[in-house]
């Protein structure tokens, strides 16, 4: 019986013209290119012994002992080209390794793609706008992250993928087999290596397949910011007047849930680029946590999640195949990939005009700050260095407050130049196109956590509707202590009582006494970035610092 990939076996004599593999003396026994949805199938079913399918027709498959990206173990190699822009330091997510433990690495990785039976790669592309689209070939030894790959980058025509030639970036995905602990620069056996002079991205040690995904997002935060395009960690919906929104918000902030929304379709759920066009997506597909999924309360991502979509690290009854998203016994990060065009109402090509709102959601668990807030310029760009959220408080002995977290652009971990960069660019092209900022919280009102409530998410969707409408926009304006935002007295839907949050505080000492210790939270935290005037300028960097809040001249 003939294999079923047989037809879509490449000969790696492919391989061979590509500089990147005659670098790295890639020479593998067979090559899969750019395999059909059914044939990775098969090939993930028959030869992995983790995956299996699961009674929606999704592929569920299991990433092994690491469930979740490992960003200590993240290098960057440092070289002479590029060390000057990249962001290096106190509060960098950049590692620096040198060049010969990144070759090193590949070495390694190369060696086990050329040892194994076969190899798999997935040819495709990163950003929607043509002429910013980016060549990414990704290299792996697992059909499961081939598959995965697939739905989330840009998946090329037949005659595009004919005429494909030089990648501009290739992922060496060596997942399965670990790094050398001795090695120069490693402190485990994982190690995810990024190389901007090579081009190349190396992983060791980790099966994560969300280490490629935030990979390629890592190599545009470099590669656009140089062509003046701004990269950003967020989603996007457009209306049907054409009014682009933007996303920001930390995990459980609400940004997946808020973003989808049934009357704007989507351009995407996770990264997007502002270019002189407007925005567009970056990838092809969505990546969302499955962990407590409800078809009644997230209907879009239920539906997408069948043939042709992967289930990382989700429980099942192995005789039903009935996946139990309630479980998070494997992990609490349960993922679910898939197309985009899975999504229903999604905007497809992923590109829309210049962004007409932008929202900053936190999700504040001491309970201080309003459930919306009209930000200028200067306190958009401080929040959005900021990238605000709080955990609620832990089970350990003596743990009362509420923690505060921050991530710098709302996703620290893939900066690549510093966070003030990021934020310059944002507010230009903010005061370029008349985009107005917005900061939502979704967290606690009436006190902090376990003594308040927790916003309600209609409220919380009425201003959103209201911001879209322009309600918003129009009505009269208060402002608040200390962190000095403008907050609006009405909005439909919404008690005037909950939009001011001090009102619904029984005792008024205590909630100022908290506001001055968040916002002593803030500012120890941005302290982090005072050198960022040597990347924006002293006058930006002083306009940053003024949006944030001014303990000076508050008084009880």
Request: proline residues 6%; charged residues 20%; glycine residues 8%.
């Amino acid at each position: 019986m003939r294999n079923p990939c047989e037809q879509s076996q490449a000969n790696p004599e492919f391989l061979l013209a590509c500089e990147h593999a005659k670098a790295a003396g890639l020479k593998p026994r067979i090559c899969y290119r750019n395999l059909a949805v059914p044939q990775l199938y098969e090939m993930a079913l028959k030869h992995e012994h983790d995956t299996a399918l699961v009674s929606s027709g999704a592929l569920a498959a299991s990433s092994g002992e690491k469930t979740g990206r490992s960003p200590k173990d993240k290098r960057v190699m440092r070289e002479p080209q590029t060390e000057k822009e990249v962001w290096w330091g106190q509060g960098s997510p950049n590692f620096p390794m040198d060049e010969r433990a990144f070759l090193l690495n590949r070495a390694r990785a190369v060696d086990y793609l050329n040892f194994i039976d076969a190899i798999f790669v997935f040819d495709g592309y990163a950003n929607w706008d043509v002429e910013a689209r980016t060549k990414i070939r990704v290299v792996c030894a697992r059909p499961y992250h081939a598959l995965f790959m697939h739905n989330m980058l840009i998946r090329p025509t037949p005659e595009e993928l004919k005429d494909f030639g030089e990648p501009d970036f290739v992922i060496y995905n060596s997942g399965p087999f670990p790094a050398n602990r001795y090695t120069s620069y490693m402190t485990s056996s994982t190690s995810v290596d990024l190389s901007l002079t090579h081009r190349e991205l190396v992983i060791l040690g980790t099966s994560y397949a969300g280490e490629m995904k935030k990979g390629v997002f890592t190599i545009m935060h470099y590669l656009m910011p140089k062509r003046n395009i701004l990269s950003l960690h967020s989603g996007c919906n457009i209306g049907k007047a054409g009014d682009v929104t933007l996303f920001f918000g930390l995990s459980g902030t609400g940004k997946t849930t808020l973003s989808t929304d049934g009357a704007r379709p989507l351009i995407g759920d996770d990264e997007h680029c502002w270019g002189s066009k407007g925005v567009f997506n970056i990838e092809g597909g969505c990546y969302a946590k499955t962990i407590g999924l409800q078809e009644a309360k997230e209907p879009e991502i239920y539906k997408a999640i069948r043939f042709g979509a992967i289930l990382e690290n989700v429980v099942f009854d192995r005789r039903t195949r009935v996946v139990d998203f309630n479980s998070g016994a494997i992990t609490e990060n349960t993922r679910a990939s898939y197309p985009i065009d899975f999504i229903d109402n999604a905007c497809i090509p992923c590109v829309g005009p210049h962004p007409k709102n932008v929202i900053l959601l936190c999700c504040d668990a001491f309970g201080v700050l309003p459930p919306v807030s009209h930000l200028s310029l200067e306190q958009a760009m401080y929040m959005f260095v900021s990238g605000y959220t709080a955990k609620i408080a832990g089970t350990e002995m003596g743990v009362k407050e509420p923690e505060a977290t921050f991530s710098a652009c709302f996703g620290a971990a893939f900066l690549m130049w510093h966070p003030m960069k990021y934020a310059a660019m944002l507010a230009e092209r903010m005061q370029a196109h008349g985009t107005t900022a917005w900061l939502i919280n979704t967290g606690w009102t009436g006190g902090g956590f376990g003594v308040g409530t927790r916003m309600s998410l209609p409220h919380t969707r009425a201003i959103v509707d209201a911001i879209h409408s322009g309600d918003l926009a129009e009505a009269e304006m208060t402002t608040t202590p200390i962190f000095n935002l403008s907050i609006p007295t009405a909005c439909p839907g919404v008690p005037s009582t909950v939009l001011q949050p001090e009102l619904s505080w029984p005792d008024r000492a205590k909630f100022h006494d908290t506001l001055e210790h968040l916002a002593k939270l803030f500012m120890q935290n941005f302290s982090t970035f005072l050198d960022g005037d040597r990347y924006v300028g002293p006058e930006m960097a002083a306009r940053m610092i003024a949006g944030g809040p001014q303990l000076s001249s508050f008084a009880k």
